[in-house]
């Protein structure tokens, strides 16, 4: 039975049941527990030395063993161990790979010579290293012609491939991850439906202090182009994220909503502007121009003329 498993296939096939046990049994979290507990290394490496100890120990008590017998046993002895047939194959391919010529057939080899006793073997190059020469040379000849002369998928393609690909996966989690937004990239949102929910949020937390309309009361008129801290959908966005000047009134919502509902009741509030509020609070702050759009002058004068024309209304 020990004969039909070759010691390099038993060693190894014992040392990973083995490795697998320690694997199962110790409980390193996710982390493989020979990197958690390097003793378990130490002790894995003890193993692999213990089981070629003994392959190597019963090696040589079989060796002693053989030595002992006579000439008949050892005949007996040999043929039951070349038993086994299961791994001929393996021995013949090997042999084959390698190229050796068996010491008998030596003197064919021998070059003609001869340095103070010292001879030369001619040996071929061994079969396994001239066919892996020789696929190299096709695979080079192949990648050549397909990556530099026809220019096919070269390393600037993939490149651009794989940024292009990378650029859309971005894209995508964006979509899906609303609440990445912070100041820095958020928008203004035109959707009915973000505008509803921002209508039920100010609804629910904002009225008291702004109005139902947004006119105003403890806290500013939203309606108008004034701002105190700054209009615009980036600015709006910071005012209810982090509050208004302390003391006044204004408090951070950072706690209260996620980036995306700020989002949506900043668009809200926004959408405001230029309606006529029941009950309008005189304009605070200053008259918002957005710098970003770049607007020319002429913009600006009618967003101030609206706004003188809107302040009488009240
Ligand atoms: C407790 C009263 C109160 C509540 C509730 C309140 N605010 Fe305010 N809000 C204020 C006051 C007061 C200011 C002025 C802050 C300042 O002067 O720094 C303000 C300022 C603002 C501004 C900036 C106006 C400007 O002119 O720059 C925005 C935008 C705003 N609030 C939106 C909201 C939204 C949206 C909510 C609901 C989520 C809300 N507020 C809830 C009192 C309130």
């Not at 493989?32 to 003890?46: E, Q």
């Not at 030395?49 to 120990?57: G, R």
């Not at 892996?132 to 040379?137: D, H, Q, V």
């Not at 029941?278 to 706004?307: F, H, I, L, Q, Y």
Request: aromatic fraction near 12%.
């Amino acid at each position: 039975m020990r004969n039909l498993i070759p010691s390099y296939i038993r060693v190894p096939v014992i040392f990973f049941i083995i490795f697998g046990l320690v694997e199962y049994f110790v409980d390193s979290g996710a982390q493989p527990a020979f990197i958690k507990f390097p003793i378990v290394l130490l002790f894995l490496t003890l193993i692999l030395i213990i089981l070629i100890a003994i392959e190597a120990i019963v090696g040589a008590l079989e060796n002693v063993m053989f030595q002992s017998l006579s000439a008949k046993e050892k005949e007996r002895f040999l043929a039951s161990k070349n038993k086994t047939p299961e791994f001929a194959w393996i021995k013949n391919t090997y042999k084959k790979l390698v190229g050796t010529k068996p010491i008998e057939e030596e003197g064919e080899l021998i070059l003609d010579h001869n340095y103070d006793g010292i001879k030369e073997l001619d040996n071929s190059l061994p079969p396994w290293w001239l066919y892996s020469f020789y696929a190299s040379i096709i695979f080079a000849a192949i990648y050549l012609v397909n990556f530099h002369i026809f220019g096919n998928n070269s390393q600037f393609d993939e490149y651009a491939e794989e940024y292009k690909q990378a650029e859309i996966s971005i894209a995508e989690y964006k979509k899906n991850a609303k609440d990445l937004i912070d100041i820095n990239t958020v928008t203004l949102l035109t959707d009915p439906a973000d505008l509803n929910s921002g209508k039920a949020i100010f609804e629910q937390n904002c009225i008291a202090c702004h109005m139902a309309d947004g006119g105003g009361g403890i806290g500013p008129n939203l309606t108008d182009n004034h701002w105190i801290l700054g209009g615009g959908i980036k600015n709006v966005f910071k005012t209810i994220t982090e509050g208004g000047r302390d003391g006044k009134g204004m408090i951070s919502w950072k706690q209260n909503f996620k980036p995306s509902e700020i989002a949506q009741v900043a668009s809200y509030v926004l959408s405001l502007q230029g309606t006529t509020p029941a009950n309008p609070k005189a304009p605070e702050g200053d008259v918002w121009v957005d710098e970003s759009v770049s607007a020319p002058a002429v913009e600006t004068t009618t967003t101030e003329v609206d706004s003188l024309s809107a302040a009488p209304a009240k």
